[in-house]
Protein backbone atom coordinates (compact mmCIF):
# COMPACT_ATOMS: atom_id res chain seq x y z
CA UNK A 1 0.00 0.00 0.00
CA UNK A 2 1.30 3.49 -0.47
CA UNK A 3 -0.61 6.90 0.29
CA UNK A 4 0.55 9.89 -1.86
CA UNK A 5 -0.25 13.88 -0.81
CA UNK A 6 0.66 16.04 -3.70
CA UNK A 7 1.18 19.54 -2.77
CA UNK A 8 2.43 22.89 -4.19
CA UNK A 9 -0.22 23.98 -6.88
CA UNK A 10 -1.44 27.14 -7.56
CA UNK A 11 -1.97 30.26 -9.73
CA UNK A 12 0.93 31.13 -11.65
CA UNK A 13 0.93 34.15 -15.11
CA UNK A 14 2.40 32.31 -18.31
CA UNK A 15 5.85 31.87 -18.09
CA UNK A 16 6.07 31.42 -14.63
CA UNK A 17 7.34 28.73 -12.79
CA UNK A 18 5.98 26.14 -9.52
CA UNK A 19 7.33 22.91 -8.11
CA UNK A 20 4.84 20.35 -6.96
CA UNK A 21 5.45 17.91 -4.43
CA UNK A 22 4.20 14.11 -4.09
CA UNK A 23 4.93 12.72 -0.83
CA UNK A 24 4.56 9.00 -0.76
CA UNK A 25 4.18 6.56 2.82
CA UNK A 26 3.24 3.33 3.45
CA UNK A 27 5.03 0.17 3.35
CA UNK A 28 6.41 0.09 -0.07
CA UNK A 29 6.86 3.61 -1.07
CA UNK A 30 9.72 3.31 -1.07
CA UNK A 31 10.04 0.67 -3.36
CA UNK A 32 7.42 2.72 -6.27
CA UNK A 33 7.72 4.75 -8.72
CA UNK A 34 6.06 7.50 -9.51
CA UNK A 35 4.40 9.16 -12.61
CA UNK A 36 2.91 12.20 -12.89
CA UNK A 37 -0.58 13.23 -14.94
CA UNK A 38 -2.78 15.62 -15.33
CA UNK A 39 -6.32 16.71 -16.28
CA UNK A 40 -7.50 19.65 -17.78
CA UNK A 41 -11.21 20.86 -17.05
CA UNK A 42 -13.59 18.98 -20.17
CA UNK A 43 -10.15 16.13 -20.97
CA UNK A 44 -8.97 13.50 -20.12
CA UNK A 45 -6.18 12.58 -17.97
CA UNK A 46 -3.40 12.71 -19.55
CA UNK A 47 0.90 11.51 -18.94
CA UNK A 48 2.90 14.33 -17.96
CA UNK A 49 6.12 12.60 -16.37
CA UNK A 50 7.58 9.35 -14.41
CA UNK A 51 10.32 8.87 -12.57
CA UNK A 52 11.84 5.42 -11.54
CA UNK A 53 13.06 4.15 -8.13
CA UNK A 54 16.43 5.08 -8.30
CA UNK A 55 15.45 8.34 -9.93
CA UNK A 56 18.20 7.71 -13.02
CA UNK A 57 15.40 7.04 -15.42
CA UNK A 58 12.57 9.88 -16.11
CA UNK A 59 10.00 10.15 -19.29
CA UNK A 60 8.02 12.81 -19.96
CA UNK A 61 5.08 13.88 -22.54
CA UNK A 62 6.30 15.42 -25.78
CA UNK A 63 4.34 18.33 -24.35
CA UNK A 64 6.30 19.54 -21.29
CA UNK A 65 9.71 18.00 -22.41
CA UNK A 66 12.49 20.86 -21.98
CA UNK A 67 9.90 22.58 -19.57
CA UNK A 68 9.28 20.40 -16.33
CA UNK A 69 11.91 17.98 -14.68
CA UNK A 70 10.86 14.89 -12.15
CA UNK A 71 13.28 14.16 -9.46
CA UNK A 72 13.25 13.03 -6.11
CA UNK A 73 14.58 12.50 -2.86
CA UNK A 74 14.22 8.92 -1.69
CA UNK A 75 15.60 9.98 2.11
CA UNK A 76 11.90 11.96 2.50
CA UNK A 77 10.06 9.78 0.25
CA UNK A 78 9.24 12.87 -1.99
CA UNK A 79 9.04 13.26 -5.47
CA UNK A 80 9.24 16.75 -6.94
CA UNK A 81 7.98 17.95 -10.91
CA UNK A 82 9.41 21.40 -11.57
CA UNK A 83 7.21 23.24 -13.92
CA UNK A 84 9.16 26.06 -15.75
CA UNK A 85 8.02 28.13 -18.98
CA UNK A 86 4.33 27.56 -18.05
CA UNK A 87 1.99 27.90 -20.64
CA UNK A 88 -1.61 28.54 -20.26
CA UNK A 89 -2.61 25.24 -21.43
CA UNK A 90 -0.81 23.30 -18.99
CA UNK A 91 -3.71 24.27 -16.69
CA UNK A 92 -4.76 21.11 -14.78
CA UNK A 93 -5.33 19.00 -12.18
CA UNK A 94 -2.22 17.09 -11.45
CA UNK A 95 -1.84 14.07 -9.41
CA UNK A 96 1.08 11.52 -8.85
CA UNK A 97 0.27 8.03 -8.77
CA UNK A 98 2.65 4.93 -7.52
CA UNK A 99 3.23 1.62 -9.31
CA UNK A 100 6.21 -1.44 -8.60
CA UNK A 101 9.00 -1.72 -10.82
CA UNK A 102 9.54 -2.11 -13.50
CA UNK A 103 10.36 1.54 -15.07
CA UNK A 104 8.36 0.41 -18.31
CA UNK A 105 4.79 1.61 -19.86
CA UNK A 106 4.96 4.27 -17.04
CA UNK A 107 2.72 6.40 -19.53
CA UNK A 108 -0.05 3.97 -18.94
CA UNK A 109 -2.38 5.51 -16.03
CA UNK A 110 -4.63 2.18 -15.77
CA UNK A 111 -1.12 0.49 -14.37
CA UNK A 112 -1.13 2.68 -11.61
CA UNK A 113 -3.15 1.66 -8.38
CA UNK A 114 -2.52 4.41 -6.08
CA UNK A 115 -3.29 7.66 -6.74
CA UNK A 116 -3.37 11.32 -4.78
CA UNK A 117 -6.04 13.50 -4.29
CA UNK A 118 -4.65 15.75 -6.74
CA UNK A 119 -2.99 19.75 -6.87
CA UNK A 120 -4.78 22.20 -9.03
CA UNK A 121 -2.39 24.17 -11.40
CA UNK A 122 -3.66 27.35 -12.87
CA UNK A 123 -1.95 29.39 -15.39
CA UNK A 124 -3.29 33.17 -16.61
CA UNK A 125 -2.61 34.29 -19.84
Known amino acids: QVQLVESGGGLVQAGGSLRLSCAASGRTASTAFIGWFRQAPGKEREFVAAISTSGRNTGYADSVKGRFTTSRDNAKNTVYLQMNSLKPEDTALYYC??????????????????WGQGTQVTVSS
Open 97 to 114: AARNPPFTAYENQIRYPY
